[in-house]
């Protein structure tokens, strides 16, 4: 059984395929942890702290078992995916369109992280988890909940974590956040393509399609010199993809906020989803600093109605 997450993986579609693996593992299934893409500088680092391998990167999946891990939308899966059989879901995203032929192990919770979901799996099923896996899993919560600043952060996440850093020996898992963000905030001399796929999620929403990437960094003034190379680099990717918007979301994380960089054919979209009249290339959204809350649920519930 291959055990994946979604393309341009982040740190908990990575980590969170490496646990579900293990804990597959241990309950007497053969299962192997891969990706669809390789890491990021982020995810780089917390493997290597953890002393974790990197999974093996996969493109097709036809005739095999899986697992999936950390989405379940079609456009964010392998185009063979069909000629799979999901055997497993683990997740913490809204239902997409992926369906089965099979029953299957389904474990989808309103938390900040995968990694959340993972943890009271292993409790659930009294197996112990090693000391590497649970402190990337810890950096994978602190990752996808920003440090608990976003919104999807929940009193499940907090409590991962507290003793996710109990089993990894780890003291201050704040110290450890700190220093991950700093590896993810770095973008200097980094290909504008890798930046913008960086954290990239395709979607289709009523029949338009869009993109949506998000580049977090400590200080978003890091950003600014590269802003207008961002801007051409999504101008690209939605003329490549065919797509109505691709947005990037440039999220300070220090002011707790989100420049949104966009292309789109119809920019009145922002104003149905988001109630803001859009200046020509971006706007501040205050508060903002989750693509899977306060984007994507507006977004898909209002801009194309």
């Known amino acids: 059984m291959l055990v994946f997450g979604h ?4 740190t908990d579609t990575i980590v969170s395929a490496i646990a579900y693996a293990d804990l597959a593992s241990k309950l007497g299934k053969d299962a192997k942890a891969v990706a669809q893409g390789a890491v990021t500088p982020e995810s780089a680092y917390v493997l290597e702290k953890f002393g974790l391998a990197t999974p093996e990167v996969v493109t097709s999946v036809a005739g095999q078992q899986v697992a999936v891990v950390d989405t379940t939308e079609l456009s ?12 497993a879901v683990v997740d913490h995203h809204k239902l997409g369109d992926l369906a ?11 938390v900040g992280c995968t990694g959340t979901v993972l943890k009271n799996m292993y409790d659930f ?7 590497g896996i649970a402190g990337a899993m810890m950096c994978a919560i602190l990752s996808d909940t920003v440090m608990f600043k976003s919104v999807t952060c929940t009193d499940a996440d907090k409590k991962a974590v507290e003793a996710l ?3 990894a020996g780890v003291a201050d898992p704040m110290e450890i ?4 963000f700093k590896v993810k905030s770095a973008v200097d001399g980094t290909p504008i393509r890798e930046l913008v796929f ?21 200080d978003g003034a890091m950003l600014l010199p590269l802003v207008d190379d961002l801007y051409a680099d999504i101008a690209k990717v939605k003329e490549e993809k065919g797509h109505h918007t691709v947005i990037l979301m440039l999220t300070d994380i220090m002011k707790e906020g989100s420049e949104i960089l966009y292309v789109t054919d119809d920019k009145a979209v922002f104003k149905k989803a988001f109630g803001i009249d859009a200046a020509d290339k971006s706007f501040w959204m205050q508060g903002c600093m989750s693509r899977k809350k306060q984007i994507v649920p507006d977004f898909q519930g209002k801009a194309f109605k």
Do not use: C, H
Not at 7 to 10: I, Y
Not at 76 to 87: F, H, Y
Not at 100 to 110: A, G, N
Not at 177 to 180: H, I, K, P, S, V
């Open 7 to 10: 393309m341009n993986p982040d």
């Open 76 to 87: 964010q899966l392998p185009s063979d995916i069909g000629e799979a059989e999901v055997v």
């Open 100 to 110: 089965t032929s099979q029953p299957l192990e389904m474990w989808v919770w309103p």
């Open 125 to 131: 099923y009294n197996v112990e988890i090693p000391k």
């Open 165 to 167: 850093a109990k089993i």
């Open 177 to 180: 956040g700190l220093e991950m």
């Open 198 to 218: 960086r954290d990239y999620k395709d979607f289709d929403m009523d029949g338009n399609g869009v993109g949506i990437g998000q580049l977090e960094v400590v």
